[in-house]
């Protein structure tokens, strides 16, 4: 039975006891459909090996081998992860564009009894849902919580969601802060990845309520923001937080407890500042990073580094119009997003 998405969120998909992506591992790493297991009829090095026949041989014989392959690994699927499934066990099976590899672990999954699902056009057809969704204006509207580095925006945010507004934490789904030493356990997703949990975000979203999103780059790390949140983001109104740069180097070195952890990797960031600022600055900096004065640190970065090119950028996308909201300090995080929360109602 094929089965034809007509969104992220179609409730085909619920009908099914277990996802199954029977690319390539390499394929499935890039990305998947949400809560799909990896069940490959084909490795990384088995398909290269058939596409290469398939070019410099013949198809016949690249069927032949990938035949063989597939019922190979079907056969180690089903006397493995799949022994102590029942007969009311539903797989949905889905492959690049639903074709020869899910279509052969389809048949041999039926032929046992399962009722299985196939995904109409495979990952290429999700892919498309994606793009779609990030191609499409941000249903609900949006408002962007700005300031300078270290103002606490992300955890605010993160405790106004907890109070029950609609927020999107961009750089939770980019698994990143954002910053030169922005770097998370795990590292990065890929870029379709990100772009599929963005679009599973959009697409959740209430749009007769304000969305929060914090005020981003284009980028965040590595990767790129979709352009339909991008634009939304830029023309969206702002909500600024002024906060003193004491106060954020001082949060700043207790948020970042876990860079400071690795001294070499933090001088190591520094040096790579050496094109843009003075050799005495980068010297300096690098004093405060051996006497571990991470405060220090980030009073200077924030000084001469980060608020020059923050403000820089605040003036090509906000109009000063917004409200500010005025964090004498940041040593209480929940009355910061108390008063970011009053403000919101006065928008």
């Known amino acids: 039975m094929e089965i034809r998405l007509t969104s992220l969120s179609d409730p085909a998909l619920s009908g099914f006891d277990t996802i199954i992506d029977t690319r390539s ?8 459909l949400p809560g799909a297991i990896s069940l490959p009829v084909l490795s990384d090095e088995e398909r290269a090996r058939v596409g290469t026949i398939y070019k410099q041989v013949s198809p016949f014989d690249a069927r032949k081998l990938g035949g063989a392959l597939v019922a190979a690994n079907a056969a180690r699927h089903i006397a493995g992860p799949l022994a102590d499934f029942g007969g009311a066990w539903r797989p949905l099976v889905y ?66 969601a907890a109070r029950g507004h609609q927020v999107i934490d961009l750089e939770g789904l980019a698994n990143h802060r954002g910053s ?65 740069v004491e106060a954020r180097a001082a949060y700043t070195a207790r948020s970042y407890a876990d860079a400071a952890a690795d001294p070499a990797a933090v001088a ?41 090119r923050y403000e820089r950028h605040r003036a090509r996308h906000d109009d000063g119009r917004g409200p500010v909201v005025a964090l004498d300090d940041l040593s209480d995080p929940e009355t910061a997003a108390g008063a970011v929360e009053d403000a919101l109602a006065r928008l």
């Not at 591992?25 to 998947?32: I, L």
């Not at 003075?278 to 580094?305: C, F, K, N, Q």
């Open 180 to 244: 030169l030493f922005g770097a998370m356990p795990g590292g990065q997703p890929s870029q379709k990845s990100f772009e599929r949990r963005l679009a599973m975000a959009l697409e959740s979203l209430d749009p007769g309520r304000p969305l929060l999103v914090e005020a981003e780059s284009s980028r965040i790390g590595d990767l790129n923001l979709p352009r339909g949140i991008w634009q939304a983001i830029i023309a969206a109104p702002r909500l600024r937080l002024a906060v003193p």
């Open 25 to 32: 591992p390499a394929e499935f790493a890039e990305d998947h």
């Open 268 to 308: 190591r960031i520094v040096n790579r500042l050496r094109p843009v600022h003075p050799a005495e600055r980068i010297e300096s900096w690098l004093r405060m990073v051996d006497a571990r004065d991470w405060t220090g640190l980030s009073l200077g970065l924030m000084r001469d580094h980060y608020d020059p």
């Open 95 to 160: 492959c690049w564009r639903g074709g020869q590899r899910s279509g052969a672990f389809a048949t041999i999954l039926a032929q046992i009894g399962w009722r299985v699902g196939r995904v109409q056009g495979g990952y290429k057809a999700w892919r498309g849902l994606v793009v779609a969704r990030l191609q499409a204006p941000v249903a609900a509207p949006v408002v962007v919580l700005d300031g300078n580095t270290g103002s606490a925006k992300t955890e605010i945010l993160n405790r106004l």
